[in-house]
């Protein structure tokens, strides 16, 4: 339910903030007075399509910002699967700048604006005159007629859909393997040249490395051999003239060795010198056995300079590692079996092909008898419905047109059938397509009718009807006005009005004024009390802003008798 709406710098609204309550609410006002841009401003936190258009003339940016209170368990599973609390209440902000930034907040956290509809879609609805025309469209009939079936009938067409999808997967691949011969012919010859180019060079995971450390080794063999023997010289060897590093290690040992017995003070001194002593005589035997194994190898140059050519050829070629290249082989190798057992797998994808048809085909007569249940029963009550808004003789039928022969049948996204909405509205005139009979009055009755239904069916929380009442008006508007009041016990409603009558029978009157100063233009709106719904109840009727008696006498009769005070 709707609790609060904020509304700034939004068309002609600079700033404006409404408070809102469950039963019927109604907003009027004067033609162009604003009425539809607080529904515009409504839709927005729907997650409807938003415009720079809409921001008011001079500033930056608009934002809207509604608090709701949400107690659908859909729509809270959508709030708990992204990490957003609304156990109190759910606050909504979105703000739209003149840059084309879209800025969506729920309870403060940034989603986006697919997400912003997916939930909007369980916290109201906004029905508008274009609604009312789109049961001219018979594509749509079937979206309301299972959308009466509620969630079972709902996790039914999911099943069916789902199975229309994995015939529609085998279908696919069954295609790719019927492609061109010759094309496939000539991806298996590829593939083969190319597996074959890879097995030869016996790659191993690691190879590339492991060759240039060795490539740089082998070119510096000189450098290396001279560095090394000159350090080991140093530390091992007595050229005559002076001792080694070793050596004169080993005498400074035995030297603070003799002083240690004199002086406890050099014993920390004498054992660092003990270990130097140590790691000096190891790297001294390192670098002898260095010195024993050295090879020199003038061709292994030339063998690791071509295999690392050979492996920047395939790089090139395959991937930028040796790792990408043997994946690379991998993937070729699973597609050239794929290609060459197509013959095969084209036998196998037929049967499944005809095991998912039959799975399809069985859910789709599942659910077609499901419509036809439901046609049923929808057709008595929205005849109910019509009846109570003064169209009592009406006839009302779900008329059902079969695809095609379900032996020879493609699988459909939507089942084995369409439907359309057939009307007689009179005694004897044969039904047509409502398309070609109903007047615009008789489309929003029919309209409201089905929302009614449908409201108890998918639980809305609040439903908006935005000048739904066009074409309607005596004693018939008097039964659209007790329809919509008794829809208020079941949800929030609230409805955008030119019909006193209707307005009268709300138990919160908003009324929406457009004012000018200097030269700008706002919007302002504030909630009536019983006199100020007299005023504009008196308004309505026609009636004079000076003192029109006998009108605002009518007017509140009309509030009296409607119970909207």
């Known amino acids: 339910m709707l609790r609060e709406l904020s509304i700034r710098n939004f068309a002609l609204i600079e700033q404006l903030e409404l408070s809102f309550y469950s039963g019927f609410s109604v907003l009027t006002g004067e033609t162009g007075a604003g009425k539809s841009i607080i529904i515009d401003a409504l839709g927005l936190l729907l997650g409807r399509r938003a415009s720079t258009e809409m921001i008011r003339t001079g500033a930056e940016s608009c934002v809207i910002q509604g608090v709701f209170a949400v107690h659908d368990e859909e729509a809270l599973g959508l709030l708990q699967e992204w990490g957003i609390d609304a156990e109190e209440e759910l606050v909504i902000t979105r703000e739209v700048s003149n840059n084309g930034r879209n800025r969506c907040r729920l309870n403060g956290k940034l989603v986006s604006v697919s997400q912003l509809s997916e ?53 696919r691949e069954m295609t790719l393997l019927s492609g061109d011969e010759r094309e496939r012919n000539r991806r298996i010859d590829l593939l083969r040249f190319q597996l074959e180019e890879i097995a030869d060079a016996r790659l191993q995971t690691g190879e590339e490395e492991a060759l240039l450390a060795e490539r740089k080794r082998l070119a510096n063999l000189d450098r290396l051999r001279k560095a090394v023997g000159t350090a080991y010289g140093l530390l091992s060897d007595s050229d005559g003239h002076t001792e080694s590093v070793v050596r004169k290690l080993n005498l400074a040992q035995a030297e603070l060795e003799r002083a240690r017995a004199f002086d406890d003070e050099l014993a920390a001194a004498t054992e660092l010198l003990a270990s130097a002593v140590a790691q000096v005589g190891e790297v001294s035997l390192e670098l002898w056995s260095y010195l024993d194994r050295f090879e020199l190898d003038p061709e292994r140059l030339n063998e690791v300079e071509t295999r690392l050519d050979l492996i920047e050829t395939l790089k090139r070629k395959y991937g930028d590692s040796v790792a990408e290249i043997l994946k690379f082989a991998d993937q070729a190798q699973q597609e050239l079996e794929f290609l060459e057992s197509s013959a095969e797998r084209s036998q196998e994808l037929q049967k499944e092909l005809e095991r998912a048809w039959s799975a399809w085909l069985e859910k789709a007569r599942q659910v077609s008898l499901k419509r036809r249940e439901l046609a049923a029963e929808l057709e008595k009550k929205i005849e109910g419905q019509l009846a109570d808004l003064n169209m009592s003789n009406t006839r009302f039928v779900v008329s059902f047109e079969d695809n095609g022969a379900q032996e020879r049948m493609v699988p459909n996204h939507d089942g084995l059938e369409q439907v359309q909405f057939m009307i007689a509205p009179n005694v004897g005139e044969e039904l047509k397509p409502l398309s070609r009979i109903a007047s615009g009055g008789e489309l929003s009755r029919v309209m409201l009718a089905i929302k009614v239904i449908l409201a108890q069916a998918e639980a809305i929380p609040t439903i908006v009807f935005d000048e739904i009442d066009t074409g309607i008006g005596g004693q018939t508007a008097g039964k659209l006005a007790e329809k919509l009041k008794a829809l208020s016990a079941a949800c929030q409603v609230m409805c955008v009005t030119h019909l006193p009558v209707i307005a ?11 004012e000018t100063s200097g030269e700008r233009t706002t919007i302002s709106v504030r909630e009536l009390a019983k006199d100020g719904r007299i005023m504009e109840l008196t308004r309505m009727l026609g009636g004079s802003e000076s003192s029109d008696s006998i009108t605002a006498a009518h007017a509140k009769e009309l509030l009296e008798r409607a119970g909207g005070m």
């Open 504 to 514: 009268s029978f709300g138990a919160h009157h908003y009324a929406v004024h457009k």
């Open 119 to 171: 939930l909007g879609a369980y916290l109201a609805e906004i029905v508008g005159q274009h609604d009312s025309r789109s049961l001219l469209n018979p594509n749509r009939h079937l979206m309301y007629l299972d959308a009466f079936g509620g969630d079972a009938h709902q996790r039914e067409l999911d099943e069916l859909r789902a199975r229309h999808e994995a015939w529609s997967s085998i279908r």
